[in-house]
């Protein structure tokens, strides 16, 4: 739970300022007719809105199981997470885009540039501020030997990378709105503040791609680390019931929730009464020491057979 916690109060954070930060956008495109300033302000209303999926989505993940959904509804946050991203590209580049565009063929002059300038630095502190929360928490989930794209790759909640890289996109943006709007009024060549905007959609429709690769990646299925999958072998290995744990297959319905497949050679002499003993205890041992396996599932296996099925496996991923 403390993982959950720890993820909305990064989306909290961002919710709130980002819905402020809107707002003085808004204002402020309203008042100096800035193109630049108009973009950022639809992203940062599209930032609050993917806000408000995500924790809805952590919401409906939430859920326990139920007749129609017997392993849960953890995927929930997966397909949330995608639809932020696809609303990032569609609402956020694209209107970008669109306003660039038009500012490029129609420019006028931006006007009480001031304003701008005043917005564009209380946004970037307010942005700063969540991205400082976002990463704080990101760097309690990554571990120690990893890359900063290594651990976004290898992570499994998506809720606190996606702010994490909306924040970053958000702060690159307002840095080529300020580039765009100041270039403009020195340069008296209002296009230049439209070319800002395209610029914005580019870093948004970058941001975009990213993140719905790695939503489609949990959405379909990603294992758990290696080091999740050792530690479940070696507690089947221990019981010893097991003559061999030959391997086990998993696969992450949530940042916390992993449906375990486990294959198993038990001792010869066993009868199935014992061998469903032994299953109950590796059941009761995993909830005790690993809960995020939520589902476990045995099959008495010999090793011969499994590594058989597992070349196979491998076969069949290197032809496709």
């Known amino acids: 739970m403390a993982g959950h916690s720890g993820s909305k109060k990064v989306i909290y954070a961002a919710l709130a300022g980002n819905l402020a930060i809107a707002l003085t956008k808004f204002a402020a495109a309203f008042f100096t007719g800035s193109s630049a300033m108009l973009s950022e302000g639809v992203h940062s209303l599209v930032d609050t809105g993917n806000g408000g999926l995500l924790l809805y989505g952590m919401h409906r993940a939430a859920r326990p199981a139920d007749r129609t959904h017997p392993l849960g509804h953890g995927r929930e946050l997966y397909f949330w997470s995608f639809i932020v991203a696809l609303l990032v590209f569609a609402l956020g580049a694209g209107v970008s885009l669109y306003e660039g565009i038009v500012h490029i063929m129609a420019p006028e002059p931006v006007v009480n540039a001031k304003v701008n300038y005043i917005v564009l630095g209380l946004s970037f ?29 290898s992570s499994k909640d998506p809720s606190v990378y996606t702010v994490l890289f909306e924040d970053s996109a958000a702060l690159l943006g307002l840095t080529v709105a300020f580039a765009g709007i100041s270039a ?137």
């Open 125 to 153: 502190l307010f942005e700063g501020s969540s991205w400082l929360v976002a990463l704080r928490e990101f760097r309690q989930q990554k571990t120690s030997n990893q890359g900063w794209l290594q651990a976004v790759q």
């Open 184 to 320: 403009a009024q020195m340069l008296q060549m209002p296009e230049l503040d439209g070319v800002g905007s395209i610029g914005i959609a580019i870093i948004l429709g970058a941001t975009a791609i990213f993140l719905a690769r790695e939503s489609k990646g949990l959405l379909i299925g990603e294992p758990a680390s290696p080091d999740v999958q050792e530690k479940v072998l070696a507690i089947a290995q221990a019981d010893a019931a097991v003559q061999r744990a030959n391997g086990v297959l998993t696969v992450h319905l949530g940042p916390r929730q992993i449906v375990a497949g486990l294959s198993i050679e038990f001792e010869d002499h066993l009868t199935a009464p014992e061998i469903e003993a032994c299953v109950e205890r590796l059941e009761a041992r995993l909830k005790d020491e690993m809960p995020e396996i939520t589902r476990l599932f045995v099959k008495p296996q010999t090793t011969g057979t499994w590594q058989q099925r597992r070349k196979a496996i491998a076969d069949a991923s290197e032809e496709g």
